[in-house]
């Protein structure tokens, strides 16, 4: 059972350049995230989808777009970076039923912008 | 909007020591709480959960926190602190109006002296 699973682990670009951060849940969660962690800032949620077929906006999600592409799946894209979006970035999953329940996190993605 | 608010972004104790991290949280509705510890370069773990069940809960790694709605408060205590506990600590809440999304406090980074 491997849980939550990003890809790449770190990724260096330049600033301008397009990628996209892939993640993948077996737990057949519902809901999943995209977080980004910044030092002293804790994490704020980026885009949030609530069930395939669906997504939303979080705390700071300019500059950023995602695709929920089954259930399984649900990746975030940076069209054109920009050294701001330097951060470690998380994807997470979260078991049915209600916002009491328990939210899982990937390892992580570090992403540089030079 | 609910919130939390973390208290010291950075405690230092020693090795067998109390441990106390501070978390207090803003909400029109009963929340759920969490607390989340994350080791270097990794992602983030589940400690332990207030849902209205017990206020006093107990998580892993011998963690509790006793949720006190008079003081807005859900303090994470550790009665001895250890070396492998060196690590970066999280409070988060959910529920209300944030419907499934987790809002996270700024984190407070623990060293353990020996």
């Known amino acids: 059972n491997a849980g939550v699973t990003q890809t790449p682990k770190f990724q260096v670009l330049k600033t301008g350049q397009s990628m996209t951060l892939q993640c993948a849940q077996d737990?057949?969660?519902?809901?999943m995230y995209w977080y980004r962690q910044d030092p002293g800032m804790g994490l704020r949620l980026i885009y949030y989808?609530?069930?395939?077929?669906?997504?939303d906006k979080g705390e700071v999600p300019n500059g950023y777009n995602v695709s929920r592409l089954n259930k399984r799946e649900f990746s975030l894209r940076l069209e054109s970076a920009a050294p701001s979006q330097t951060s470690v970035y998380f994807c997470?999953?979260?078991?049915?039923?209600?916002?009491?329940?328990?939210?899982?996190f990937g390892e992580g993605s570090w992403l540089t912008v030079v | 909007a609910q919130s939390v608010t973390q208290l010291g972004s950075h405690v230092s104790v020693s090795e067998g020591a109390l441990v106390l991290l501070r978390c207090n949280y803003s909400?029109?509705?009963?929340?759920?709480l969490f607390w989340y510890v994350q080791y270097p370069n990794q992602g983030l773990q589940l400690l332990l959960k207030?849902?209205?069940?017990?206020?006093l809960v107990k998580g892993i790694n011998g963690f509790e926190a006793e949720f006190k709605k008079s003081e807005t408060s859900f303090h994470l205590t550790k009665p001895s602190a250890h070396m492998s506990d060196a690590a970066e600590y999280f409070c988060?809440?959910?529920?209300?109006?944030?419907?499934?999304?987790?809002?996270f406090g700024q984190g407070t980074e623990l060293s353990v002296k020996p």
């Open positions: 989808s609530a069930s395939e077929g669906t997504t």
């Open positions: 207030y849902t209205s069940a017990a206020t």
């Open positions: 909400s029109s509705v009963p929340p759920y």
């Open positions: 988060a809440v959910s529920g209300g109006n944030q419907g499934g999304k987790l809002i």
């Open positions: 997470a999953s979260r078991e049915p039923t209600g916002p009491h329940n328990t939210i899982y």
């Open positions: 737990m057949n969660h519902n809901s």
